[in-house]
């Protein structure tokens, strides 16, 4: 038998105009557009020819394989119209997953995107007089409602407090907290010194380094204190003709333990005052809601800090917000008026889509409904009522290669809230006697939807609290099918 050459096998193949005369292929881009067809051709032809020249084709396989052309096209066109962005199963219990998107929408968030999304909407336009409208006024009404109700009746505001107990609070909406941040300190400080604790220059999943958006803001950092103790005289020390701003940013993802110290937020609001700057607290992660009543007493709100006398506080909308991506900067409505003129918001500003979900997701916390936010609601599921569940699931995927067991454990919220903020859970143990943890959780992640789970000590452990209930069942076929040999 002879051997054909490498030229003789590349001949074989048919070009890519001749693969897509085969009528199978004429009716599958007709049915899903000629040129998602045609390049899924060229890289299925592209792929043989790189077989070729590794030689790892012969004559026969090639034959085989040119025999399959219509269908290896097909399956090809099928993997470039799947969504790339898809759902998944978040087991790990980090309620506020940057990876896995954050704060899941409310049901009401949803519906009000489609509702005024699928076709034209009021987004800036004024309904009554028929002029041009803003946009950001759909939810500073809600902003200025949940964030002023209390403050007359707020512990430690005296009466004499002046206007800072009744103040008009207002709200802008930008992109996301680091671009608040950015367009806070540009309107405040260009060209000017913010003083901020060398205890607070954080950075923030990688590419938020506050010393890096001050850079770009135009404003100049000016540290003062150490990494573990900053006091009040240290900023006054530092207060100049050219200060612009004093600067609290939350330490979100880490905690200074032991010999420490750090101004509270009243006494920084009362130097802000006596050298008429203004005061701003980058917030992060924006609670609304008290945490204390979820059993977290360490994680400051944005009422508690506005109530302490800061100016201006910057936070997430999909942190413990539980909106969507967005930055808020709440405060002084002089200095927010300043912000909105400032053509950096332009830049920044968000759409119909995110100020849909965030009036929904305030109109929720408006009514007191806080178990409709799926963030807060999953804060609020005790240990019990997930070990009820955990119990049940472990029962249904018990079998002779699959050991499921039951362990006390911790949920996190993430998204930088406080890092000592913990919930407790019960977790599935599991382990299976013919694969490793991590062939384990890499089936789990191959499976549809996929179930991400994280692996300690040689075994996959599942929480839910970060499931949705009506997902258990599809945790229970996943493992099923994992178990089977
Ligand atoms: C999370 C966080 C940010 C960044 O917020 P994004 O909304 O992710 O841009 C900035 N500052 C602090 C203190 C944070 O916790």
């Keep these: 038998m002879k051997t054909e050459s490498r030229a003789d096998l590349y001949r074989k193949l048919p070009s890519v105009d001749e693969l897509l005369h085969e009528a199978n292929l004429y009716s599958l881009a007709a049915r899903e557009g000629a040129a998602t067809v045609t390049d899924a051709a060229r890289s299925v032809l592209a792929d043989l020819r790189e077989e070729i020249a590794a030689g790892s084709l012969d004559a026969g396989k090639l034959n085989i394989a040119i025999s399959g052309l219509n269908l290896a096209v097909e399956r090809r066109v099928r993997q470039a119209l799947k969504y790339s962005l898809r759902t998944v199963i978040n087991a ?135 990494t573990n103790r900053t006091r009040v005289s240290d900023y006054e020390q530092a207060v100049n003709e050219k200060t612009c701003l004093l600067l609290r940013v939350h330490r979100s993802n880490f905690q200074i333990t032991g010999f420490t110290e750090q101004p509270r937020l009243e006494e920084l609001a009362d130097l802000a005052r006596r050298h008429n700057l203004p005061l701003m607290e980058d917030l992060g992660s924006g609670a609304l809601l008290d945490l204390r009543s979820v059993g977290i007493g360490d994680e400051p709100s944005v009422l508690d800090s506005l109530r302490a006398g800061v100016d201006v506080v910057s936070y997430s909308g999909d942190k ?88 006390d454990g911790e949920s996190v919220i993430g998204g930088g809230a406080a890092p000592s903020a913990v919930l407790p859970t019960r977790l599935i143990a599991l382990s299976h006697s013919a694969l490793s943890a991590d062939e384990f959780v890499a089936q789990l992640r191959a499976s549809d939807p996929p179930v991400v789970a994280r692996v300690e000590e040689g075994r996959v452990l599942l929480d839910l609290r970060t499931v949705f209930p009506e997902q258990d069942d599809m945790i229970v076929e996943a493992l099923n099918r994992v178990a089977m040999p």
């Excluded at 918001?345 to 409709?372: P, S």
């Excluded at 936010?373 to 290669?401: D, T, Y």
Aim: hydrophobic share 45%; net charge positive.
């Design 320 to 407: 413990l917000l539980g909106g969507p991506q967005a930055g808020m900067i709440s405060g002084r409505s002089d200095l927010i008026a300043r912000m909105r003129s400032n053509s950096l918001f332009r830049a920044l500003r968000v759409d119909k889509l995110t100020y849909a979900a965030l009036e929904a997701t305030l109109l929720a916390y408006g009514k007191g409904e806080h178990d409709a936010i799926p963030a807060l609601r999953m804060m609020r599921w005790s240990k019990a009522e997930i070990g009820g569940r955990a119990e049940s699931l472990a029962k249904r995927v018990r079998s002779a290669s699959m050991k499921a067991e039951l362990l």
């Design 92 to 226: 790990t219990g980090v309620i506020l997953h940057t990876n896995l998107g954050r704060a899941p929408l409310a049901g009401a968030a949803l519906e009000h995107i489609r509702n005024t999304s699928a076709g034209y909407s009021n987004l800036e336009f004024d309904l009554e007089t028929g002029d041009r409208g803003k946009r950001d006024v759909h939810v500073d009404r809600l902003f200025r409602k949940l964030l002023s109700e209390d403050f007359d009746v707020g512990a430690g505001v005296p009466a004499c407090a002046g206007p800072r107990s009744s103040p008009a609070i207002s709200t802008i909406v930008v992109n996301n907290n680091a671009a608040a941040v950015l367009l806070a300190l540009n309107t405040l400080a260009d060209g000017g010194e913010v003083i901020v604790s060398r205890g607070e220059l954080v950075e923030i999943g990688g590419s938020f380094r506050i010393p890096d958006v001050m850079a770009k803001s135009q404003a100049v950092l000016r540290e003062v204190g150490t």
